[in-house]
């Protein structure tokens, strides 16, 4: 479950981190009572990204044009969600800005610090900028510190930072997290640091556990009924839709990427699901490959599913274990796979198929994978692969088009 910015700057105030003055608005004309000086930021309160970039957030100097911007940023329907809530905050001039992270990793098991000297970077993809320390053993400074040491910071930054790591592992363990994201932590002229955007996700298991947290998702819950989930994973690591095309991926970057191109090339996207996250089914820790095996098993039970794309970027865990997965589904028997649904549901449905494969690998740590993959090609023609996304898109929509998949 994630939270909403204004909810998230609220823990971090609690917890020493800093943040700007602001205030909740209900409505364009709370902003009659506003009691922080202008100018002003004004942010839509919405779960979905790229904020900016829709025109959810406004810079204002006054309260008629704060007004104004407010009644347009609530009609203003983000990924399909519309704000309930805006959040006013005070404008900060930023001289630096840096990315900082807890997360859990689930390959791993444990948590780990991530920093980067430049903003506006995905964890799930992070390339060679992002630093990290993995917290092998009972927190302590220094784990923080040795982050600060790899990102390159001295001095009173160094320590600033390192402290604001502290706090923000904190609040993970407090409150059971399996993510909390500073984006960006601004620095001013002076040295003076501050959460300009934060981001933090609850873990699904641990909801009920925090009687606080357990109101705000049943509050969440009420305002959001029209959005389906289907129970596997969270927000954002899984969408049930009801086209043809299931979706795989390794980050909510692929699989979101992979969806609109699909959309955009005049196919219908089915269930897409990221596998960089444990299933909240799993009652233990599973693997990354765990997790892909689960995936297919899931879209190839689906009836309505008649091709897999698959959209793997950059790097993932047992890496080399991938393409015996999928070689093993490939020679999967549909009976076989039928007898592990009426098992699960125990009611009968019609035969299960193979939807046909089509395997997307973007990076060098695959080209072992991808010569593994190419052989098995030659034996089966249920099995595309190749390194380009918009390739792979056309592919899959092609096949989905041909007669023998229509229905």
């Keep these: 479950m994630d939270l909403l910015e204004y909810q998230v700057k609220e823990w971090f105030g609690k917890m020493g981190i800093p943040v700007l003055p602001s205030q909740r608005i209900d409505h364009p004309t709370d902003l009659k009572r506003l009691k922080i000086r202008y100018p002003i930021v004004l942010k839509s309160q919405v779960h979905a990204d790229e904020r900016v970039k829709a025109g959810g957030v406004r ?43 807890v997360v859990l990793d689930t390959a791993l098991c444990r948590p780990v610090l991530l920093g980067c000297k430049e903003p506006d970077i995905d964890w799930e993809s992070p390339g060679d900028k992002m630093q990290y320390v993995v917290v092998e053993q009972e927190f302590s400074p ?54 300009l955007n934060g981001k933090v996700r609850v873990n699904q298991r641990a909801i009920n556990r925090h009687p606080e947290i357990a109101q705000m998702a049943a509050k969440m819950l009420s305002r959001n009924t029209r959005n389906k989930n289907n129970g596997i994973l969270g ?27 699909v959309a955009n090339a005049g196919g219908k996207p089915g269930i897409s699901l990221n596998l960089r996250h444990s299933f909240l089914t799993d009652t233990s820790p599973t693997t990354f490959c765990d997790r892909l095996e689960t995936g297919l098993k899931i879209l190839a039970a689906d009836k309505t599913i008649q091709v897999i794309l698959i959209n793997f970027l950059g790097t993932i865990p047992q890496v080399s274990q991938m393409p015996e997965i999928i070689a093993k589904f490939l ?44 052989a098995l090609k030659t034996q089966s023609d249920t099995l595309i692969l190749v390194e380009n996304l918009d390739e792979a898109v056309s592919q899959a929509v092609r096949l989905v088009k041909l007669p023998a998949y229509r229905k």
Excluded at 59 to 80: C, K, M, R, S, Y
Excluded at 159 to 165: H, K, R
Excluded at 235 to 259: A, C, F, P, Q, R
């Design 142 to 195: 220094f784990y923080a510190r040795r982050l600060g040491l790899k990102m390159g910071l001295q001095g009173s930054l160094m320590q600033s930072i390192s402290d604001i790591v502290e706090k923000m592992y904190q609040l993970f363990v407090q409150k059971d997290l399996d993510l909390v994201e500073i984006n960006p932590l601004a620095v001013s002229a002076s040295g003076q640091v501050m959460a």
């Design 331 to 374: 020679q999967l028997d549909p009976r076989e796979l039928q007898s592990q649904v009426l098992s699960a549901n125990g009611s009968k449905s019609k035969p299960l198929h193979i939807p046909r494969l089509v395997v997307r690998l973007g990076g060098s740590d695959f080209n072992s994978a991808r010569t593994y993959l190419a």
């Design 235 to 261: 927000d954002w690591d899984s969408l049930e839709m009801h086209g043809k095309i299931g979706i795989l991926g390794n980050g909510t970057g692929s699989v979101l990427t992979t969806l609109d191109a």
């Design 59 to 101: 810079i204002v100097e006054t309260t008629i044009d704060a007004i104004a911007a407010a009644q347009n940023i609530f009609n203003l329907p983000i990924w399909g969600e519309l704000p309930e809530v805006l959040l006013a905050e005070s404008k900060y001039d930023a001289k630096e800005e840096f990315y900082l992270a």
